[in-house]
């Protein structure tokens, strides 16, 4: 058998599918794709707004979907009614690729509201388990704060942060299930990664696409508080 070797792409609404959707477009959600280039089996990060452009999309590269991985309940993630708007999701992928999706236990009945999906096709998870893709361990950090079951995924030096954590800024925490002292524990805790791992966002709300925990920690202003008591002064009410 030959040895893993990582299939990693960034997919961007409204370009690189779901085209012509104008939902798609002004939310400018990031899917990814991680997967082993040498079983040819690869997770969906998030699949939403056109799930068999997703599909389509890894299918060309040669790779087959084995499962999906949630980082959160919200609509524009993972399939759903948001803004009076329907938006595929999940639900659609599994009536083209029969598999799991993987997501935080903490998140299980937020996604069944949002989505309708069955608990029999969840695979509900704690902080630190690993989901395996082919040979490729993908790590998976509860990073609670946007929503109860936030979760980031971290496979050797790419981390995708959903709504977590942003270029610029953070996921907000005014919404259902929000908690702006969690957020702050877990940007912590991301923030103690090495300064070599690459962020991935769940948005393109600034160029470039990616960048360095090393350069957040410098650039972002999530990370200026010293403690929790200047975080929630700074960021408490938004």
């Keep these: 058998m030959s040895a893993p070797e990582l299939y990693f792409r960034q997919l961007l609404s409204g370009r690189d599918f779901a085209r012509e959707d104008p939902i798609a477009r002004q939310m400018v959600n990031f899917a990814y794709a991680i997967g082993d280039r040498s ?23 040669g790779m087959q979907v084995t499962g999906v991985l949630a980082t959160h309940y919200h609509a524009d993630h993972v399939g759903g009614s948001m803004m009076g708007y329907s938006i595929e999701g999940i639900t659609t992928l599994l009536e083209r690729c029969q598999c799991p999706v993987h997501l935080q236990q903490a998140e299980t009945p937020w996604v069944q509201k949002t989505t309708g999906i ?3 096709d ?27 079951g936030s979760q980031c995924f971290l496979v050797e030096n790419h981390l995708v942060t959903g709504d977590t954590l942003f270029l610029e800024g953070c996921g907000r925490t005014d919404l259902p299930g929000s908690n702006p002292e969690s957020m702050y524990d877990s940007l912590q805790m991301l923030s103690a990664l090495p300064g070599d791992t690459v962020v991935y966002p769940g948005h393109m709300y600034s160029q470039p696409v990616s960048a360095t925990m090393g350069e957040l920690r410098h650039d972002n202003y999530v990370f200026k508080p010293t403690s929790k008591s200047a975080w929630m002064q700074w960021f408490g009410g938004a």
């Design 39 to 61: 079983t040819g089996e690869t997770l969906l990060v998030d699949p939403a707004y056109a799930v068999n452009d997703l599909v389509d999309a890894v299918e060309a590269d």
């Design 122 to 148: 969840l695979v509900q998870h704690d902080s630190g388990d690993i989901v395996t893709v082919g040979g490729i361990d993908v790590h998976l950090i509860h990073t609670p704060g946007h929503t109860p």
């Design 118 to 120: 069955s608990e029999t």
